[in-house]
C-alpha cells in the first residue's frame, strides 16, 4: 500500500511523458485517506491475520464478481475504502484530482484505458475534429460536388490542394472515394482516383529524384512504365466493378457464384434423384 499525497498542477512539475498515477501489481486498486489506513491497520491486528487481502477483502469482492468493494475495515467507524479492479491487470494508471475554485479537493479518477470512445464522441466524430477548418471547408464543397455528381466542380476543389480523395467528409466521417462508391457517382469516382494516381505518380517521380539507384526495381515491377494515366484507368476500372459488386448484394453474387450444375457420378444422382 502506497501513501501518494495531494499533487496540485505549479506544485509538482512533470517532464515530457510522465503523468501523475500509481503502480499495480496485484490487479487492485484502492483510494483511501489517513482515517481508513489507521481503521484497516486495527482491524488486522484484531483479526490477527498476515494478509488483509485474504483475512477480509477476499469475500467482500468475491460478492461483486472481484470487480469492486465499498469495505468498511471497522463497522462502527465512517472510515471505508474504495477497492476496484485495475482494468487489465498489472501497470502504472494515470489518476487525477477534481477541485473547486478553491483549490479543495474534491474527486479523485484513475483512468485504466479501458473505455473506447470515453469521451462520447463516434469515430467519425473524431475524424472530422482533427481536421483543420479549411481542410473542413474544402472537403465539405467537394462532398457536395460528389453528391451532384459534378466533375468539374470536384476537380476544381482538388486542384486547390487542400482536401485529398482520402480526406474526410464533413457530415458522415468517411472518405471521399467511399461516399462516391456509396453514391454511386461514377463521374466523380473517376475523378477522384485519377487525381489520385497523378499524386502518387509524382510521389513516385520525386522518390525517383532522390533515389535513382532504385529506379530497376520500378521498372522490375512494371509501375514506372505505365504513366499515372493508364494506372488510373486501369484502378478505375477496379473500383467500379467493386461498386457494381456491393450493388448487387454479397449474398446474391455468392449465390450466382456457388450454384450447382449438373455432373456424372454419385454427386449428381444424389443432387438428381429419379
Given amino acids: 500500500m502506497a501513501d501518494r499525497h495531494h499533487a496540485r498542477p505549479g506544485r509538482t512539475k512533470l517532464k515530457d511523458g ?31 491475520c498476515d494478509n488483509y487481502y485474504d483475512c477480509v477483502l477476499a469475500d467482500e469482492l468475491a460478492a461483486n464478481n472481484d470487480d469492486y468493494a465499498m469495505h468498511l475495515p471497522m463497522k462502527d467507524e465512517d472510515a471505508n475504502v474504495a477497492v476496484f479492479s485495475s482494468g487489465w491487470g498489472d501497470g502504472f494508471y494515470a ?9 479543495q479537493a474534491l474527486a479523485l479518477v484513475t483512468d ?10 463516434t469515430l467519425q466524430q473524431r475524424r472530422v475534429a482533427a481536421m ?6 474544402a472537403a465539405g464543397r467537394a462532398h457536395a460536388a460528389i453528391q451532384r455528381d459534378d466533375e468539374a466542380a470536384l ?13 474526410f467528409a464533413p457530415e458522415t466521417g468517411e472518405t471521399l472515394t467511399l461516399e462516391a462508391v456509396r453514391g454511386d457517382k461514377p463521374k466523380a469516382l473517376e475523378t477522384l482516383i485519377r487525381y ?57 453474387a455468392c449465390l450466382r457464384r456457388s450454384r450447382l450444375r449438373p455432373s456424372r457420378g454419385r454427386e449428381a444422382d444424389a443432387l438428381n434423384p429419379i
Wanted: glycine share 16%; with cysteine.
Fill in 112 to 121: 485504466f484505458g479501458v473505455l473506447e470512445d470515453g469521451d462520447g464522441r
Fill in 132 to 137: 483543420s477548418p479549411e481542410q473542413r471547408e
Fill in 18 to 48: 510522465e503523468i501523475f498515477g500509481y503502480g499495480v501489481d496485484a490487479g487492485l486498486g484502492s483510494f483511501m485517506d489517513h482515517e481508513a489506513v489507521r481503521a484497516m491497520r486495527w482491524r488486522g491486528r484484531e483479526t490477527k
Fill in 196 to 252: 489520385g494516381a497523378r499524386r502518387e505518380g509524382r510521389r513516385r517521380d520525386r522518390a525517383r529524384l532522390r533515389a535513382p539507384h532504385l529506379c530497376g526495381l520500378c521498372r522490375l515491377s512494371g509501375e514506372a512504365d505505365r504513366g499515372p494515366e493508364r494506372a488510373a484507368t486501369e484502378a478505375f476500372g477496379r473500383a467500379q466493378g467493386r461498386a457494381r459488386a456491393l450493388g448487387r448484394g454479397r449474398d446474391r
Fill in 95 to 103: 489518476t487525477y484530482w477534481g477541485e473547486d475554485e478553491s483549490g
Fill in 155 to 167: 476537380r476544381a476543389v482538388l486542384i486547390e490542394g487542400v482536401a485529398t480523395p482520402e480526406a
